[in-house]
Structure formats: C-alpha cells, structure tokens
C-alpha cells in the first residue's frame, strides 16, 4: 500500500514563489507517475501537470506552463511542486495523487494548504 | 481542451438511486477512460470508478459507471444512498496533454 505524505501548511506573500513537496512510501516513486492537483476554497479539482520519475517526462497544464515546475528526487522518493509569482488566486489545498496507468489517480496526499496573503 | 460539466447539486432520499451526469465538451466521451472521485469534506479524494467502469478493491457494489456515446457523456450511478454518500463527486478524463476534472456534484442524503 502506498502513501503519500506532503509536507506543511505555507503561508506566503504575493509574489513569492513556493515548493510544496510529496514523499511516497510502500513504494519506489520511480516506479509510476505522480500528479499535482489543487482545490480553491470551495471549488473543483484542477489538474496542475505530472511526471514520470523513471524517465523524467514532465507535462503542465497550459494554464500554469512558465510558472510550474515538477520534479522528482528518486533517491528520497519524492516530488516537489514549485509554483512562482504568488497572487491570492493561488490560495489552495494542492494535492499529490500517484497514477496508475497512466489514466487515473488511485492513492493520494494528505494536501497542503498554500495562503497567498498580504 | 475539452471540458466536463457535472449538474451542480442533486438529493435524494436514504434507500434510494441516484444518477450523475458528466458530459464532454468536445471529442468522444469513449475516446479515453472516465474516472470518478468521491470527496468528503476536509478529506482527499479517493476513487470510486475507474476505466469507465471498474471498481477498486473495497468500494461498494452500489456504486457503478457507465458511458453513453450518444449523449457524450458518463454517468456515476449511486444505489441504495446511504448518509455516508453525502460528498462531492467529480470525473476525471484526459487527452493527450492532460487531464481534466469534471465540474463536481454535491450530493445531499435528505
């Protein structure tokens, strides 16, 4: 059984980047695909973009392309999602999921709240 | 792109059935696999169907997929409705490029 485990709560300023991070156990990380998805207050889920440790191929969702950067420590198991230029439409719970065939999302994180405030 | 459009809100009656709707915006409905997520409030996602109409180890039978092509659409069908299935439910699909989430459905047990 896998688990993923995010790291904690950011609090950040407008314009400041941050870099949330997703450590897989039960599991090699290298062994299948992770996303990041995340939900504004009240809102939907919304794909962020993924990557395949093994191979480091990555894909973004055009909506966060220049602006989101995903990777993957195989050694520790981990992948990290760094997002820049902060504004408070960025405020959300982000999410890790490990895919499974690349179509769905069978485990995923605990989240991490980001608070873009002033 | 294409998108997803779940209804917003649907409620029914302990005991009872209830039927989800997710229409695509545009390219076939059966070109690619239709997920669906429950999530409670405060919690993760967990998946209830996946590949259209899979389940995983562990969710009820009461729980069921499906795919229309002549509507474009998938379907999330919940029968005998249990207090616990109050949630929101989204799809999921993808594309070559990426993957979508449905609108989302919040379902009330009256």
């Known amino acids: 059984q896998v688990q993923l485990v995010q790291s904690g709560a950011e609090v950040k300023k407008p314009g400041s980047s941050v870099k949330v991070s997703c450590k897989a156990s039960?599991?090699?990380?290298?062994?299948?695909?992770i996303s990041w998805v995340r939900q504004a207050p009240g809102q939907g889920l919304e794909w962020m973009g993924g990557?395949?440790?093994?191979?480091?191929?990555?894909a973004y969702a055009q909506k966060f392309q220049g602006r989101v950067t995903i990777t993957a420590d195989k050694s520790t198991s981990t992948s990290y999602m760094a997002l820049t230029s902060l504004t408070s439409e960025d405020t959300a719970m982000y999410y890790c999921?490990?895919?499974?065939?690349?179509?769905?999302?069978?485990?995923w994180g605990q989240g991490t709240l980001v608070t873009v405030s002033s | 792109n294409f998108m997803l459009t779940q209804p917003h809100s649907v409620s029914e009656s302990p005991g009872k059935t209830v039927t989800i709707s997710c229409t695509r915006s545009s390219g076939s409905i059966d070109s690619n696999y239709v997920q669906w997520y429950q999530q409670r409030p405060g919690s993760s996602p967990t998946t209830l169907i996946y590949e259209d109409n899979q389940r995983p180890s562990g969710v009820p039978d009461r729980f069921s997929g499906s795919i229309d092509s002549s509507s474009n659409s998938a379907s999330l069908t919940i029968s005998g409705l249990k207090a616990e299935d109050e949630a929101d439910y989204y799809c999921?699909?993808?594309?070559?490029?990426?993957?979508?989430f449905g609108t989302g459905t919040k379902v009330t047990v009256l």
């Open positions: 999921q699909s993808y594309d070559s490029s990426s993957h979508v």
């Open positions: 039960g599991d090699t990380l290298s062994s299948y695909a």
């Open positions: 999921a490990k895919m499974l065939s690349g179509t769905w999302f069978d485990y």
């Open positions: 990557i395949i440790p093994i191979s480091g191929t990555v």
